[in-house]
């Protein structure tokens, strides 16, 4: 079963490689991963009030609706074997958040091509997206040169898919989930190193190519994106190597945590299952710990990304 995923991100991965836009240019941190003791708590953020064209005057955390999946056997997502036969349909959402200092977009969910096809079916998996980021942050009266930061919690096809839409925004991204990405090639005197750089400056080969060209920067566990503790990124390593949740300090709500592929449904929270396709269930066992603990030290409101009890009727401060 874990081929039939694999299999299918990267299907979609390259069909979204087949429509990359404009790349920007490379530019990495030198940092590595090192955990950090901020618990990302803050007093000084400001209660969301409305847009203007210069940005905001408060910080904003805004869902975009970033696709459905339709999910025909739901077994491959619990190692327990106890959801084998059962069907699910989840949404997926991506976040904006506007910030005094700047915008950060997390997660770019199904490929925007999805927009001009009927329903896809690949494996387990039936996907279908009616607006690109781009045309909902066009709603709002902003583009996508407007956003100065994009993060996504990890590199699978339904959190990535949008990234060719990417214009000029720096990716925030940690050291483990970039080299998972983009992992040093074998080489042997079978299969020697070659030089496989496009035009575009991107790897031949890679399964990214929408995200080698972006212009990025390393970051810590626990990153600051804004410098004032309102809006922190911290690592929850297990579904992917370098996978991330996201944590949003809204005074009128209280904190609020996104959980990026932490959990999938709520039943998945209460009974901590594993997908099968994660690339550590002890990794994974433990994020679910650490993140647990750090919601319950600050009362925060967790979202499950793809869970439609969570990201329905949201609070109007949450958008």
């Known amino acids: 079963m874990k081929q039939i995923v694999l299999a299918t991100a990267s299907a979609f991965i390259l069909a979204m490689a087949a429509c990359s836009g404009p790349a920007g240019n490379e530019g990495a941190n030198s940092e590595t991963d090192a955990p950090e003791t901020d618990t990302g708590a803050t007093d000084a953020v400001v209660a969301p009030e409305t847009a203007s064209e ?3 005057d408060a910080l904003q955390l805004i869902k975009l609706d970033c696709g459905s999946i339709y999910v025909s056997d739901l077994d491959i ?3 327990a074997g106890d959801y084998a036969g059962q069907s699910d349909t989840f949404t997926d959402t991506c976040w904006l958040i506007r910030h005094p200092e700047g915008d950060l977009l997390w997660d770019l969910g199904l490929p925007g091509i999805l927009t001009t096809q009927d329903e896809q079916t690949t494996g387990v998996f039936t996907v ?6 781009a045309e909902q942050l066009a709603e709002r009266d902003l583009s996508m040169s407007d956003i100065e930061y994009v993060s996504i919690s990890h590199s699978h096809f339904d959190h990535s898919g949008q990234v060719d839409l990417i214009d000029g925004s720096t990716w925030l991204v940690n050291q483990l989930e970039y080299d998972h990405m983009f992992p040093e090639p074998d080489v042997s005197e079978e299969a020697p190193a070659e030089d496989a750089e496009t035009e575009g400056g991107a790897d031949a080969g890679s399964q990214f190519p929408g995200f080698e060209v972006l212009q990025h920067e390393i970051i810590l566990d626990n990153h600051d994106v804004f410098g004032d503790g309102s809006v922190i990124i911290f690592m929850t390593p297990g579904h992917t190597p370098g996978h991330a949740a996201l944590l949003v300090n809204l005074p009128e709500t209280g904190p609020v945590m996104l959980t990026g592929d932490l959990y999938h449904r709520t039943e998945s929270r209460e ?8 690339t550590s269930e002890a990794d994974t066992l433990a994020s679910m710990e650490a993140f647990e603990d750090r919601a319950a030290e600050l009362g925060a409101k967790v979202i499950i990304q793809h869970e439609p009890d969570d990201t329905d009727d949201l609070p109007e401060v949450m958008r």
Request: charged share 25%; no cysteine.
């Open 54 to 56: 210069e940005g905001v």
């Open 128 to 133: 279908s997206l009616e607006k690109t980021i």
């Open 77 to 79: 997502f619990s190692t």
């Open 271 to 278: 009974l901590k299952r594993v997908p099968q396709f994660n």
